[in-house]
């Protein structure tokens, strides 16, 4: 029987657990502080910065929302985000990605200083976690990496295939299981017989972006299938990438939603927490 990864339940344990840490810090007198810029009006980072809040200040992390018009220009942007690499009270700082087309996500990326990046998405935090020397980390990686340790998931020498390489998800992942001694293969879109390498993965991770796209057959018996997928169907409801008939073949399975989603945000409370005591000399 498949065991199903509970990443709701090991993300409420999580941010539990760094209350602690927050009061201790409270206790030092730093309180900390994450900013998250949205520009425009995109439905579903509306729903992701709503539960991002909720979360951090269930725990006593200050979360600062700020929204600006889908209007808003490069220039002004980088404005905001240069008071808030300058601001002492400010720990970390997330700009919602996908941006309106006449800002250049790269430059944003860029100008956020990386002891501030909670997303790990500057260069110089990839570099650094390919280098196996990291900083912050990308949130959804870091959480899956978390889910193997919470299930006594044994990652060393194991064939680990990573489907989708996309710079937030897919290149991390391969970069922390890489670090963690797995062997790693990363597939994508110009793959060749991707389900015969698929077949081979003792752990798989598919970040993709395609609904029900791993079916069952593509599945080694007893792998552990992660994932990543938050498909929005004409129906209303979310559906991973993975298709449901692949709980006949896998040994542990995350769901969609209350799979990885919660443990993106759990890392990024965890983040900033690190990001925090960093900028304050602790820990
Ligand atoms: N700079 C940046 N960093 C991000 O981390 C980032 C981003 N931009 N842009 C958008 C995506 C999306 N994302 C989600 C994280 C958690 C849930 C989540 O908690 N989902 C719940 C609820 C899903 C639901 O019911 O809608 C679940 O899977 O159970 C959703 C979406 C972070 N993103």
């Known amino acids: 029987m498949v065991k199903i990864i509970d990443g709701k339940e090991l993300a409420q344990t999580t941010t539990d657990n760094l209350k602690f840490e927050i009061e201790n810090l409270k206790k030092k007198g730093v309180i900390p502080a994450l900013v998250v810029i949205v520009v425009g009006e995109d439905q579903a980072s509306q729903i992701y910065v709503k539960n991002k809040h909720r979360v951090a200040e269930s725990i006593g992390i200050k979360s600062i929302i700020t ?79 978390r889910m193997f340790t919470a299930y006594d998931i044994d990652v060393e020498g194991k064939n680990a295939v990573v489907v989708g390489r996309s710079n937030i998800v897919g290149k991390p992942m391969a970069a922390l299981l890489l670090n963690a001694n797995a062997t790693v293969t990363v597939t994508h879109s110009h793959t060749q017989n991707l389900s015969e390498i698929t077949k081979q993965a003792d752990i798989l991770v598919v970040a ?76």
């Open 67 to 145: 929204k600006l018009p889908s209007s808003t220009s490069e220039s002004d942007l980088l404005a905001l985000i240069s008071e808030y690499n300058e601001n002492p009270d400010v720990h970390g700082i997330l700009v919602q990605l996908p941006l309106p087309k006449q800002i250049n996500e790269k430059k944003i990326t860029e100008s956020i200083r990386p002891e501030k990046d909670v997303d790990g998405f500057h260069p110089v935090n990839i570099g650094r976690l390919v280098m196996n020397d990291p900083l912050a980390i990308p949130c959804t990686p870091m959480g899956i990496m």
């Open 208 to 283: 993709i972006g395609q609904a029900n796209f791993i079916k069952k057959a593509d599945v080694k018996q007893g792998a552990v299938v992660i994932d990543v997928g938050m498909n929005r169907l004409d129906s209303g409801k979310l559906a991973g990438d993975v298709d449901k008939d692949v709980s006949d073949v896998a040994g542990y399975l995350t769901p969609v939603p209350k799979g990885v989603g919660p443990m993106t945000i759990a890392m990024l409370m965890e983040q900033t927490i690190e990001l925090t005591k960093r900028s304050v000399g602790i820990g």
